[in-house]
């Protein structure tokens, strides 16, 4: 397929996902971010909750997991766990914006802490069982994450909360973790392990209880008895201080599918992370939780799109040729070898001029021409493989309204890139100076 | 080369793929690896291109030269059954304990026991060997959890401190650490050439070490070649415009005058190499971080039409290439 005609299936694409009247909405109580990992969902968060604040509402910012010169700018680098005023807002619209990253030990701290007497709560922070739950369990993190926000939303000090959610190994597993953990330590063997003794006392329960002495006997064999009373002192600590697991997230869950809630989709155009947003849109379907739109990072342009890969690849070629015969460096041959990876060796050394025999200037000019057109075809061809992944979205989601956000050659790191991602989400399209079609 | 090959990476550095291709390299002439992934995530039954893979070691390719590369996923649940059978004889009251999720109760309770399980099992197949004696793979690889859990998951005997003191479980986690930190092992980080990706790798370096787990080699994964090298673009940036126009010009690409079709390109084809500089600088940054880290290095493209099997089979040459079979 070659880009030319490529050009033209930009013509029919998905809707424009338009932020701006999303965020402004005073009705928007709750904007979630979310995406398999690695395609910038802190950053389009951050964005998200700088623009809606300069544009006068009370933000506050929930992540998880930022990079850390992105933190050090927003200035939660320092993890305390309650939202941080940050600085250098523009704050002429009356906005605000605080800003926390989140401790998931400590917000699991605070909940035992908010729902126990105090020497019961030394109990439970203390309990080895917990300790290594808090830490570190499989799901904690999301359980945490959205545990917070109901914190954050039951405050009620802000107008606008913007989450960002954990990078798990699946989009999903932030629905889906929280239930999982609860689940697990309301469950039916959890239960069967900690009571053991009403269960021996009723008749017709015999044999089961066989089967259990025979299964706790296995597991202390297996996990050693000292982990089993842990984690039976443990539940027991926590059944009677506050009601189950299940039941709060539960209560977080519904808080997702409250008007007021909306998601947003995040992802890049690659094939993976596509797929993971796909299955997302029909997740949050499937759970009548109000899908916003997708915000589609990292997309590329080119302001000379009307050149071809191929003819782009063409012109190089015939700049170059006439130097293979007459010059001896041969640089130019070698240019996009496979060596140019090699290992360990490289790479500041070629920042020096390679020779110092005098260059005819005309033929410098043709060379870097020459590499300049390269560079686009890589350009051009990387546009239409994101065409085609994009393309694919759009035909199995073609209700689903996208925003695109032009790729940026760095990092982001302080507000001011973010408000330029800000500026990009709300255009909804990459600027692109040629984008007509004859 | 060590035999057991663990690799590991941020997530989206592409630590399968890059495992994958290592499996590949390491069968080339004749061997015979063994590709285990412990994640559950068919990972590599997508790369493969084949149906998902059961918990049994399962041919899925030939390397060049007639080498075979097999592969496990480990399922740590069924991993704990054969466990259990073969030091308690458990037979049918196995499937009992899992019908009523004990299985699922013990593993996650116990994070740690699933490691033993999972790292247990990849050491099993390094130490095996066949009827004649010889060992029954000549490499394995891991596709091994990412960088940010890396060392707790390998460091099991710590893990499984606070779990039975005695008996098999304290016994396979020995055995296990034994191989683990033996010259044997080898702990691979993938990256990319990026900064967090390049923060990550040098933070689960430092891990690793403290840990006392053997640092192998860094994968940079997903490198662009070098279209415009420095020279090139320090030229970009006072070229007259009006040469580039004149070069493309001359090249076919239409006129050079203010408004003709080889002027209107220069400025779009100045801006890409502006951009294209700011990346070749945080790239060459990164790659100093890197450098510093005072492990091999080695480098595998982008490869642009994106993953696939052929793919694939470029990197295990790439990977041959740069000595790592």
């Known amino acids: ?438 | 080369m060590s035999r057991l090959q663990v690799v590991s990476g941020k997530g989206g550095t592409g630590k399968t793929t890059v495992a994958a291709a290592l499996a590949l390299a390491l069968a080339t002439e004749g061997k015979r690896t063994l590709l285990v992934e412990v994640e559950g995530r068919q990972g590599i039954a997508q790369l493969f291109e084949t149906e998902t893979l059961p918990y049994e070691e399962r041919k899925i390719a030939v390397a060049p030269g007639g080498g075979e590369v097999y592969a496990l996923a480990i399922d740590p649940e069924l991993a704990l059954l054969d466990y259990l059978q073969m030091f308690y004889k458990l037979g049918g009251a196995g499937r009992a304990l899992k019908k009523l999720g004990a299985i699922d109760f013990a593993t996650t309770i116990a994070p740690g026991l699933r490691d033993v399980l999972l790292t247990g099992k990849a050491c099993e197949a390094v130490r095996r060997k066949n009827k004649s004696g010889r060992f029954a793979y000549d490499h394995i690889v891991m596709d091994a959890p990412p960088t940010g859990r890396i060392t707790r998951f390998l460091n099991v005997n710590d893990e499984v401190a606070g779990l039975a003191k005695i008996g098999p479980i304290h016994n396979q986690a020995q055995a296990v650490m034994r191989v683990l930190k033996s010259p044997e092992t080898a702990v691979h980080l993938v990256t990319l050439l990026e900064e967090m990706p390049v923060q990550e790798t040098a933070d689960g370096i430092a891990e690793l070490r403290a840990a006392r787990l053997p640092v192998g080699r860094i994968m940079v994964n997903m490198v662009r070649p070098e279209v415009l090298d420095g020279t090139d673009l320090e030229l970009v940036r006072d070229v007259p415009r009006s040469a580039v126009a004149k070069a493309l010009s001359s090249a076919g690409l239409g006129g050079a005058r203010r408004g003709g079709n080889a002027e209107k390109l220069v400025d779009p084809l100045v801006r890409q190499a502006e951009e294209y500089a700011v990346r070749y600088e945080l790239e060459h940054e990164q790659r100093s971080v890197l450098g510093r880290l005072g492990l091999p290095l080695h480098e595998l493209p982008l490869l642009t039409e994106g993953m696939d099997l052929a793919g694939l089979y470029e990197l295990a040459t790439e990977l041959r290439k740069q000595g790592m079979s």
């Open chain 1, 1 to 438: 397929m070659s880009p030319d005609q490529d050009r033209h299936h930009r013509l029919s694409p998905a809707p424009v996902l338009d932020l701006d009247p999303l965020i402004d909405d005073p009705g928007t109580r709750i904007v979630v971010c979310c995406g398999s990992g690695g395609v910038g969902k802190t950053t389009t968060a951050a964005a998200l909750g700088l623009r809606a604040a300069e544009r006068g509402r009370k933000v506050v910012v929930l992540t998880i997991d930022p990079a850390r010169r992105l933190a050090q700018s927003m200035g939660i680098d320092s993890l305390d766990n309650v939202p941080r005023p940050v600085k250098g807002l523009d704050e002429s619209a009356s906005g605000e914006l605080h800003a926390m990253m989140l401790d998931m030990k400590r917000t699991f701290d605070e909940i035992v802490e908010a729902h126990a007497d105090a020497e019961r709560a030394a109990t439970i922070l203390n309990n080895p069982f917990y300790q290594s739950l808090s830490a570190g369990f499989a799901g904690t993190q999301e359980y945490m994450a959205m545990e917070k926000l109901g914190q954050l939303r039951a405050r009620d000090e802000w107008d606008l909360i913007v989450v960002d959610t954990p990078p798990s190994r699946s989009a999903l597993d932030f629905l889906d973790a929280p239930k999982r953990l609860g689940s697990f330590l309301d469950g039916r063997l959890i239960r069967l392990l900690t009571a053991p003794a009403k269960l021996g006392g009723r008749a017709g329960m015999k044999f089961l209880n066989v089967g259990m002495s025979m299964m706790t006997g296995t597991l202390g064999k297996l996990l050693g008895g000292q982990l089993l009373k842990d984690v039976q002192t443990f539940v027991a600590a926590m059944d009677t201080t506050f009601g189950g697991f299940r039941t709060r997230a539960d209560a977080t869950y519904k808080l997702l599918q409250a008007p007021g809630t909306a998601f947003l989709v995040v992802a890049a155009p690659e094939r993976d992370a596509l797929r993971e947003a796909a299955y997302f849109v029909e997740r949050l379907a499937a759970e009548d939780m109000p899908l916003a739109g997708l915000v589609l990072n990292r997309v590329h342009g080119s302001g000379a799109d009307r050149l071809s890969a191929e003819r782009a690849l063409a012109a190089a070629e015939n700049l170059e040729e006439p130097r293979i015969v007459d010059q001896e460096d041969g640089k130019a041959g070698l240019r996009n070898s496979p060596d140019t990876y090699g290992s360990s060796e490289s790479p500041a050394s070629d920042l020096a001029p390679e020779s110092d025999s005098p260059v005819d200037p005309e033929r410098t000019v043709d060379q870097l021409t020459a590499g300049l057109l390269r560079l686009h075809a890589d350009r051009m061809q990387l546009l239409s493989r994101e065409q085609r992944t994009r393309d694919r979205f759009t035909a199995l989601h073609p209700e689903v309204a996208v925003a695109e956000v032009a790729a940026l050659p760095g990092d982001v790191h302080d507000l001011a890139g973010l408000r330029d991602i800000g500026n990009r989400l709300a255009a909804g399209r990459p600027e692109l100076p040629e984008t007509a079609v004859d």
